[in-house]
């Protein structure tokens, strides 16, 4: 899979990719949730499913 300019611009600039972290860590109403991708991709699909139900109140 082709990475977009976007993605190569975040893994080679380290300053950047931290202030674009910082700036969705700082966003509210609604707030960003981190989720870790690391696991599989159900395991992360599950997650995320988990977050929606607990603060979208499904």
């Given at each position: 899979l082709e990475k977009t300019?976007?993605?190569a611009e975040l893994e080679?600039?380290?300053s950047f990719r931290q202030r674009?972290?910082?700036s969705?860590?700082?966003m509210v109403n609604p707030a960003c949730q981190e989720v870790d991708a690391s696991p599989?991709?159900?395991e992360v699909l599950?997650?995320?499913l988990?977050?929606?139900k607990k603060h979208c109140a499904f």
């Open positions: 300019k976007e993605e080679a600039n380290s674009v972290e910082e969705y860590r700082r599989s991709k159900e599950k997650t995320v988990q977050l929606i």
